[in-house]
């Protein structure tokens, strides 16, 4: 069966960025429009930056409206509620309400969804493959967003949650199932289960895509799921509040932009659009007539790649997820943060761990690269390290081996040490 290019809308998504671009500022000056006259909290937004709708004519006006940060949102439901004096349709053109950790509550509009089609037929998702659903169902939206996407493309849905991994199986093999859609460590485990009861995925499984998100996803673990089963694993961005923001298509080197939404990349700091190509914050603003997020920041850093892609489609790919925004450490008079540092170490797997220190000398910031290096560890391979830091980082760092094992297993990859007194 021919499962690529993949396209939902071939016209729409082969359209020039610049038309996107177009279309979506239309979109922006009716949303931004109607939540004014219906959600308090957007009015009340724009008032404070001395805004009103007329103001906000193209894309680029966006960035005269502030940021509303995840947490913030938190706190601005905690004093009213339910929602914090978003909600721009009455109740009873609610369909759903999710509950995600913060607490955050989300409403759904009735008639609308989380844009994950584009994504899973992309993936390779055709209409009669039964896939299994392996998202959860409650409180949180993910096991409604993709089993809302799969019925529109035709698939029948198992909604199996993440129920036991045996039963998993067995519904694959009784039901002949062709989609799995969940996180990538979980279908790993469900081949492993299938392994250890003696089956063979690739002949015994008939699974031929899958969609995972939720979770980043190294080449290493894509690999074996792919080589494991006989099957395409691709993935795609979003979130709760936001459902569907970027996926992957055939060609795979980041995530293709939606159309159903603005997404930009800013200086947390700031809140202004970081020049393309750069790191920074993902901040949304979602055409959604129930839940109108107006540039709310999702906490979470990437950048945009605006270079040609095989495939046809024309919007610029997200690199995917390279940290939370709040781990942002502003070194030298630049942020680094966790995802640069592992980029560059991708290069170097005799490299068993690292950790970056910044500490304070003579009033200047120092950057040392802990590793852990074994044997390997010699003067070149620092240098080279050195080298790639740099490169990727673009502040100067210099390496110190530190026994195997040493390395403190916090999770942190960037220390802050500096003494400010
Ligand atoms: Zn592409």
């Known amino acids: 069966m021919e499962r690529s290019p993949g396209f939902l809308n071939e016209a729409l998504e082969r359209k020039s960025w610049d038309e996107q671009q177009a279309e979506r500022a239309e979109r ?4 931004v429009a109607h939540a004014y006259a219906h959600a308090p909290a957007v009015r009340r937004k724009l008032q404070e930056a001395g805004l009103t709708p007329g103001d906000i004519r193209g894309i680029e006006d966006l960035a005269r409206i502030p940021v509303t940060p995840k947490a913030r949102m938190v706190e601005l439901q905690r004093a009213n509620p339910p929602f914090g004096g978003f909600l721009a349709v009455p109740l009873g053109e609610v369909r759903r309400i999710f509950r995600s950790p913060g607490p955050i509550y989300d409403p759904q509009g009735a008639d609308e969804g989380w844009g994950w089609e584009e994504a899973l037929a992309a993936a390779g998702f055709r209409k009669g493959d039964v896939c299994i659903n392996t998202f959860g169902y409650q409180l949180t939206p993910a096991g409604m967003m993709f ?14 949650g993440v129920g036991d991994r045996e039963t998993q199986v067995e519904i694959m ?8 859609v969940g996180m990538a460590s979980f279908l790993l485990q469900i081949g492993r289960r299938a392994v250890e009861q003696g089956l063979d995925p690739r ?3 008939s699974l031929k895509v899958a969609f995972v998100t939720a979770e980043p996803l190294p080449d290493s673990l ?13 993935q795609g961005f979003g979130t709760a509040d936001c459902g569907c923001l970027a996926y992957e298509c055939c060609h795979k080197g980041g995530m293709h932009l939606v159309q159903r939404a603005v997404v930009e990349i800013v200086d947390p700091t700031t809140g202004q659009p970081v020049a393309p190509g750069e790191t920074g914050e993902i901040v949304v603003t979602l055409f959604n ?24 489609r024309r919007a610029p790919k997200l690199r995917g997820w390279l940290g939370r925004a709040d781990q942002l450490t502003k070194v030298k008079g630049m942020f680094i943060h966790p995802g640069q540092l592992q980029t560059a170490f991708r290069d170097f797997p005799e490299v068993a761990r690292f950790r970056a220190v910044v500490t304070r000398q003579d009033s200047r910031d120092v950057l040392t690269i802990m590793a852990e290096g074994g044997s390997a560890a010699g003067s070149e391979l620092k240098g080279r390290i050195e080298t790639r830091v740099r490169e990727v980082l673009r502040i100067g760092g210099s390496v110190a081996w530190a026994q195997v094992g040493s390395l403190p297993t916090d999770g942190k990859l960037i220390e802050d040490a500096r003494k400010w007194d």
Request: glycine share 14%.
């Open 173 to 180: 093999r009784s039901l002949g199932v062709k989609g799995f």
């Open 289 to 312: 007539r129930a839940y109108p997020l107006i540039r709310f920041g999702t906490g979470d850093l990437s950048a945009l790649d605006f270079g040609d892609c095989a495939c046809g």
């Open 28 to 31: 922006l000056r009716e949303i």
């Open 222 to 234: 894509r690999s074996e799921i792919e080589s494991l089963f006989g099957l395409t694993v691709r």
């Open 147 to 160: 089993d809302d996407a799969l019925a529109n493309l035709g698939c029948p849905v198992v909604p199996t």
């Open 203 to 205: 002949g015994d499984i």
